[in-house]
């Protein structure tokens, strides 16, 4: 199915049948106003979210990675209608969600739920679980079965708590267990897509591991669309069918997880990538990275032509001066470089990474568009593959 | 890591070899509900130029015994017990005043939270050179100076204008260099980071990693690394004490530890996180269950709730006695009444192959 899914707000031809999309995100931004002044003029804005296009197919997880700052939770909340967009559309099963109104959208919101990061502030403090979980049928007005209390209780055991628990307080539950408790809120209506916000962030390894279990069984069971926006790459490559890699407000590369993982073509993908650990002391000494420098720039002032450009290491090691002067100036598009693979980049390059070294053997690089020498030989050979001890 | 730190007794007070070297530390906190048993007998010892990683879920123990060793913890609400030896100097029975000044000089601490460990009405300048000056007497000019060629050496551009911003001014890696410049502001010779990567993103934390390689290079200071990211270890320790429930559960060099451990705990950790390097797994294998509760430590083994290996001891030690932190092979120990040649052949039958 994820292989059909091709060309997410492409001008490429999709051909082939389509698999039916459920949300369609295009031309999204979301400007916060800066305002100074008596008057409280705008004097600028900061531009959070930038011309984001992505697809999201029923059953089927999107990973939205990025550093903090890239826009990516911004995204998650225009998505679920917690802010207004700038501009841009929101279509969720063929409306656009964008335009409707607080009591239009009422309805829609037991199809799209989302699931908060921190499990702290999530909930209530004042209220029973049973009340925070009971609350979704309340104010939809979903007449249940057996009555609420039932349900409820059912769906905490659905997600691994003792049912028993209805009315304890959050303040007795450890956080992976009050990230159950989101879980069950969020899967209490049946939604069809459910916006993840770091569900996994705040938890110990092991217990990350049950919930992301948890939330793959859920998936199964009712054909859920994830949006499921983290910084850890090594969660999203386990979870997502399709990954896009956003920076300062633009999806800098979108493509199917493997592809995504074994060639990158993006410089930012490579740097994020080349820049998790690996939990294998001998690997780890042996490998080199390409370590980005400097932070993140303002979205306030970002920079001109391609965003990355003031990072990118392509652009300082690699380039030619007339090359570095199209970074600078033009805006680089979302093209396709290979079907259902796109990468905002003037010069992208496949490189074999270190994902890429275990699953799917050193590839081939290809020198790419632009005939410039090819800095993936230059700064990072791919690591062989070795025998494990 | 040297085998003796175990076997010696509390009686025997003599200044070890080792550069720093805890022995069997306790600390516990008396609260209306109980005792909280939150360091419970722990003992390592470090050299200069090495880096030890101590490893665990939130609420093992690993941020209290930083704290201890560095006389952070209020002594009237804390019972602390054991030994800390500091090059030949004891820190647990020492007064505070002594330890006060050896805290920054000989040993400094960087946080988790460089927000909220800096002080936000202060220029990083100014708190630097407050950290300089406390420990040598030079004029504040001297001290300015000191504090910009810190800021210059962990990486900030500018230092000399931007010595003068404040604390928000700053970016959040940006402000993890400036709490690392004020930690090294008198070279001292032990390094204690808590955690000090967990609020940066990949990127930043692979630089900040780099800038405490580097500057361990330089001043062949001693480093201890707490931190849950196991990826974070094998990229940057020699060492490691994986902890659970407030004890050493399994410590090692780092080879040890990822190549052949040896504590069930160990495994899981290493089994539940997802692998960058490693073949994509339909399903990740968690630790089932919760992690202790600190004032009601489980009877027996620590990690009995929730060890799956029970059925290869016999009768009910696991959850009737505390197993012994035991060598293994050398410096290797670990905590498991399971026999040494029988573990041995579980990671390597079971646990490596899915790893």
């Not at chain 2, 076997?7 to 516990?28: G, M, Q, Y």
């Not at chain 2, 906190?29 to 390592?44: E, M, N, Q």
Request: negative net charge; contains cysteine; charged residues 25%.
């Amino acid at each position: 199915m994820i292989e059909l899914e091709k060309a997410a707000g492409a001008p490429g031809p999709a051909d082939g049948p389509r698999p039916e999309v459920m949300l369609s995100v295009r031309g999204l931004t979301k400007h916060f106003p800066i305002r100074k002044g008596v008057l409280q003029r705008q004097v600028g804005a900061v531009r959070a979210v930038d011309g984001v296009d992505f697809d999201v197919a029923a059953g089927e997880t999107l990973g939205l990675v990025g550093e903090s700052g890239c826009g990516k939770s911004t995204t998650g909340r225009v998505i679920t209608k917690l802010l207004e967009p700038t501009s841009g559309s929101v279509i969720f099963e063929g409306r656009n969600i964008e335009e409707f109104s607080r009591g239009q959208m009422r309805p829609l919101r037991r199809d799209i739920q989302i699931i908060f990061q921190d499990p702290y502030s999530s909930l209530n403090p004042r209220h029973t679980i049973g009340t925070i979980v009971g609350a979704t049928f309340r104010i939809q007005g979903t007449k249940t079965e057996h009555g609420t209390k039932r349900e409820v209780q059912q769906l905490l055991e659905r997600v691994g708590l003792n049912p028993e628990h209805y009315n304890r307080y959050p303040h007795e539950f450890s956080g992976g267990q009050r990230q159950r408790i989101g879980i069950a809120r969020a899967i209490a209506l049946r939604p069809k897509l459910i916006v993840c916000d770091e569900p996994v962030s705040a938890l110990d390894v092991s217990i990350q591991a049950q919930v992301v279990n948890l939330l793959e069984d859920l998936q199964a069971e009712y054909n859920l669309g994830y949006v499921f926006i983290a910084h850890d790459l090594s969660v999203v490559r386990h979870i997502a069918d399709r990954v896009a890699v956003m920076y300062l407000g633009k999806i800098m590369e979108i493509a199917d997880r493997d592809e995504l993982y074994s060639v990158p073509q993006h410089p930012y993908t490579h740097a994020l990538m080349s820049a998790v650990p690996v939990p294998d002391p001998d690997k780890e000494k042996r490998r080199q990275r390409t370590l980005l420098t400097g932070d993140l720039p303002s979205p306030i002032n970002p920079p001109s032509g391609c965003v990355f450009h003031t990072r990118c290491p392509l652009y300082r090691t690699a380039l030619d001066e007339s090359q570095q002067e199209r970074c600078r100036t033009v805006v680089p598009f979302l093209g396709e470089v290979s079907p259902g693979h796109l990468a905002h980049c003037h010069f992208p390059q496949p490189r074999a990474d270190i994902a890429a070294a275990t699953d799917q053997g050193t590839g081939d690089a290809v020198v790419g568009a632009g005939g410039s020498a090819d800095p993936a030989a230059a700064t990072a050979p791919g690591v062989p593959e070795e025998q494990q001890p | 890591m040297s085998t003796q730190a175990v076997e010696i007794t509390a009686d025997d007070r003599k200044a070890p070899d080792a550069f720093l070297s805890v022995r069997d530390l306790r600390i516990h906190f008396p609260t209306d509900d109980g005792l909280v048993k939150a360091v419970d007998g722990i003992s390592f010892d470090l050299e200069r130029g090495r880096t030890l990683g101590i490893v665990g879920e939130s609420g093992s123990g690993k941020s209290v015994t930083s704290l201890g060793i560095m006389g952070l913890h209020t002594r009237k609400r804390t019972q602390m017990t054991g030994e800390v030896w500091l090059e030949g100097q004891e820190l647990v029975g020492a007064r505070s005043e002594q330890v006060r000044r050896l805290r920054g000089e000989k040993m400094a601490m960087i946080f988790q939270d460089p927000l909220s460990s800096m002080h936000p009405f202060y220029k990083v300048g100014a708190q630097i050179i407050e950290a300089y000056r406390v420990h040598n007497n030079v004029s504040s000019a001297v001290a300015r100076k000191r504090a910009i060629e810190m800021l210059d050496l962990v990486g900030i551009p500018q230092a000399a204008k931007r010595v003068d911003d404040y604390p928000h001014q700053f970016s959040g890696g940006m402000r993890q260099r400036a709490m690392i410049a004020m930690a090294l502001v008198c070279n001292p010779a032990l390094l204690i980071a808590d955690e000090p990567t967990t609020a940066l993103d990949v990127t930043v934390q692979a630089q900040i990693i780099e800038l405490m390689k580097e500057l361990q290079r330089e001043f062949n200071s001693a480093i201890i690394l707490i931190t849950h990211d196991l990826g974070v270890v094998a990229e940057a320790c020699d060492d490691v004490v994986v902890m659970y429930g407030g004890q050493a559960v399994e410590k090692g060099a780092v080879q040890d530890i990822f190549y052949r451990a040896h504590m069930p705990y160990t495994w899981g950790l290493l089994s539940s996180m997802p692998r960058m390097d490693r073949q994509r797994q339909d399903r990740l294998q968690p630790i089932a269950g919760q992690p202790p509760s600190l004032i009601n430590v489980p009877k027996g083994c620590v990690f009995n709730p929730r060890c799956r290996f029970q059925d290869h001891v016999e009768g009910d030690r696991c959850i009737t006695e505390r197993p012994e932190l035991l060598p293994v092979v050398g410096d290797h120990h670990a905590r498991c009444h399971i026999d040494p040649q029988v573990r041995e052949r579980i990671w390597n039958d079971e646990i490596a192959p899915k790893l």
